[in-house]
């Protein structure tokens, strides 16, 4: 079996897909999208699909490292989220042609199913409390919100703080002691602020704290950890496992790596086991589109430290079936009370309609994130 084509697609609303190819008609799909980068990413993908042609796509681990130490530049989000795709891509195949979901060639699934938390969103107490309510209706048993919906001044107001304990308190009145609220604060915080803040939002008992401060602050982090009770986690802007390594000495209680941006499946793979080495839980990162997510739960199920799953399946304005756009089923996508059941499919369990893939890469998209400003006119974390 040979790789004889790798294709990319841009598909709206911000996903960038690839499909690998095998002369025997097999193929596999990946998602190497880095949000508002997809056309880099993109080209990317393709300049790394010149070193695959007419290689064996079942040497994943021999393709992945390849793709990744075989020029004398090396890592970064971009080149790491083009080899995310290719990686998941050529694990699907590698599920398809053995007859076994990607899970089981990872070792088999450590459970049967896999909890799942959603975004609340709200700029008051009284509309994230009703986003909440939301997401309890729809039988989640965990929620995300942020911890700043806008900007924040290095040594922001008293009202800034006030309105951040208000709007946590408020889901914490809908969730109960029964549900898990976690607290994204997104690099939007100096380590100022975070010191400041992080022992006020104890009494909440957070399921975690996000991104405290930025990750050209990680030399900070075991003063971040060490300074309050409450589990910390991040990742997203992390992308193998020696940028891991800091933040798990730091102490981190959850990594938090991404599927499309951390060298996929191979790679997340190798970071939960270095993270269960320091005793801290994965939540992967997916606020992406279907093929993430599925690359995701095949992790989730094989990985014995695994806590939670971000997903982004439609319970707010930034979801809906956007997310599921492109699928022949959206049945291993269902929730029951608050989890996806175990996928039992080939490669990532689910079916991609490439014929509605190939409809919507026609419209494309050019999707950007818009830079922030302070009052000021200075520039502001996103």
């Not at 681990?61 to 050529?90: C, H, M």
Request: proline share 8%; glycine share 10%; net charge negative.
């Amino acid at each position: 079996m040979k790789i004889v084509r790798v294709e990319t697609f841009l598909v709206p609303p911000r996903w960038l897909f690839v499909r690998v190819e095998t002369d025997e008609g097999v193929a596999g799909w990946g998602e190497p999208v880095l949000e508002g980068r997809a056309g880099t990413v993109r080209t990317a993908v393709h300049e790394l699909a010149e070193l695959l042609a007419g290689a064996d796509p079942l040497r994943i681990e021999d393709n992945w490292q390849l793709l990744t130490k075989g020029a004398f530049y090396r890592g970064g989000p971009i080149l790491a989220s083009a080899v995310a795709g290719i990686d998941q891509a050529l694990w699907d195949i590698a599920g398809k042609v053995r007859g076994a979901a990607v899970h089981e060639l990872l070792g088999g699934p450590v459970r049967e199913r896999v909890r799942m938390y959603a975004w609340v969103a709200g700029d008051d107490a009284a509309s994230i409390a009703d986003s909440a309510a939301r997401a309890v209706a729809h039988g989640l048993t965990a929620v995300k919100l942020l911890g700043c919906p806008g900007t924040l001044g290095p040594i922001d107001t008293p009202a800034q703080t006030d309105l951040l304990l208000r709007r946590v308190a408020a889901v914490r009145e809908v969730l109960g002691p029964e549900r898990d609220v976690a607290i994204d604060f997104h690099g939007r915080f100096s380590p100022a602020m975070a010191r400041r803040v992080l022992p006020l939002l104890e009494p909440f008992e957070p399921l975690f704290v996000e991104e405290p401060v930025l990750p050209e602050f990680g030399h900070l982090l075991p003063e971040i950890v060490a300074g309050t009770s409450i589990p910390i986690a991040t990742g997203e802007r992390l992308f193998s496992r020696g940028d891991f390594l800091p933040a798990l000495q730091a102490g981190i209680a959850v990594a938090q790596p991404d599927l499309s941006h951390a060298g996929g499946i191979s790679e997340v793979r190798r970071i939960a086991v270095v993270a269960e080495t320091f005793g801290a839980s994965l939540a992967p990162h997916c606020p992406l589109g279907p093929l993430a997510l599925a690359s995701s739960l095949q992790v989730d199920l094989a990985s014995p430290n695994f806590l939670v799953q971000e997903q982004a399946l439609g319970l707010e304005a930034d979801g809906g079936s956007e997310v599921l756009a492109g699928l022949v089923d959206e049945q291993p996508f269902t929730m029951v009370d608050g989890h996806l059941l175990r996928p039992r499919g080939p490669g990532l369990g689910i079916e991609v309609d490439e014929q509605a893939v190939r409809r919507a890469a026609q419209i494309g998209h050019s999707y950007r994130i818009t830079p922030w400003r302070h009052p000021d006119g200075s520039l502001a974390e996103l």
